[in-house]
């Protein structure tokens, strides 16, 4: 039985100093492969360094979090592109965040189909980040439909509705976290409702931290308690929760 965690930033700063340490008891733990989003160029050099010394067990992607791009959006995708020739496995973690502030939410939406392209053209999966943005995230894919696309939402929250209307925009994952330990965690009735052949598991470490260690930092390590719970709310053994789940990912993103 082993695990993939499927969105994990272990080359965060919160892990500075400890990055291997993070990785190693992952795979101690079980987790045995680490999807690394892309957030910005200031933590790309540290992503590909981890990708490097841990082959096999870390597979970085290259993206613009919706957050941390400014009103010099296209000139931030250019620096991203400059490591596109560097072994990548999604373009992510892209998308739309209009909980923080609604300031760049055009310039959002601009670089979020601009990279949904992208991935087209390099025939890779993608990592979409949507918070508070569902319509307008579901708008831009509308557009973009011919272009046949496939990834996962992460950190998914929303509705067995959306969900539905999700899968008719594309051949789509949904990416279940640390969010459904949590009491009165809506996902954690919704997710009754997904086939589990359509979910995979994340951390979103050093974010979202499951129960039994929510209020600390999150790591990779973490992921068997998303499935246990996973496992009980699905009523299905933990054994096929970890190889369904597992099997998902490594179609998904061909690792």
């Known amino acids: 039985m082993?695990?993939?965690d499927t969105h994990t930033h272990l080359y965060d700063e919160a892990f500075h100093g400890e990055e291997d340490a993070a990785i190693e008891?992952?795979?101690a733990a079980g987790v045995e492969k680490l999807i690394f989003p892309d957030i910005s160029e200031p933590s790309r050099q540290c992503m590909f360094d981890l990708a490097d010394r841990h082959e096999g067990v870390v597979?970085?992607?290259?993206g613009l979090h919706p957050t941390e791009l400014t009103a010099a959006w296209e000139e931030e995708i250019g620096q991203m592109l400059a490591w596109k020739d560097r072994r990548?496995?999604?373009i992510g973690e892209i998308g739309m965040d209009l909980y923080w502030s609604k300031e760049l939410a055009k310039e959002q939406e601009?670089?979020?189909e601009r990279q949904l392209r992208l991935a087209h053209e390099m025939d890779l999966p993608v990592i979409i980040h949507s918070r508070e943005?569902?319509?307008r995230i579901l708008e831009v894919l509308r557009r973009v439909r011919n272009l046949d696309l496939r990834g996962t939402f992460h950190a998914y929250s929303g509705s067995i509705e959306t969900y539905r209307e999700i899968q008719k925009l594309g051949d789509w994952y949904i990416g279940i976290g640390g969010v459904l330990t949590y009491k009165k965690a809506s996902i954690a009735e919704t997710v009754k409702e997904i086939p589990l052949e359509r979910i995979i598991l994340e951390t979103d470490s050093p974010y979202l931290t499951p129960v039994p260690h929510r209020g600390q930092r999150n790591e990779s390590a973490y992921v068997p308690?998303?499935?246990e719970k996973l496992s009980?709310?699905?009523g299905i053994p933990l054994e096929e929760i970890a190889a369904v789940t597992s099997a998902n990912a490594e179609k998904l993103f061909k690792i």
């Open 2 to 4: 082993y695990f993939i």
């Open 133 to 135: 943005a569902t319509d």
């Open 232 to 234: 009980l709310q699905k």
């Open 25 to 27: 008891r992952a795979v």
């Open 225 to 227: 308690h998303i499935a």
């Open 88 to 90: 990548i496995w999604a």
């Open 59 to 62: 597979f970085p992607c290259l």
């Open 110 to 112: 601009l670089a979020f």
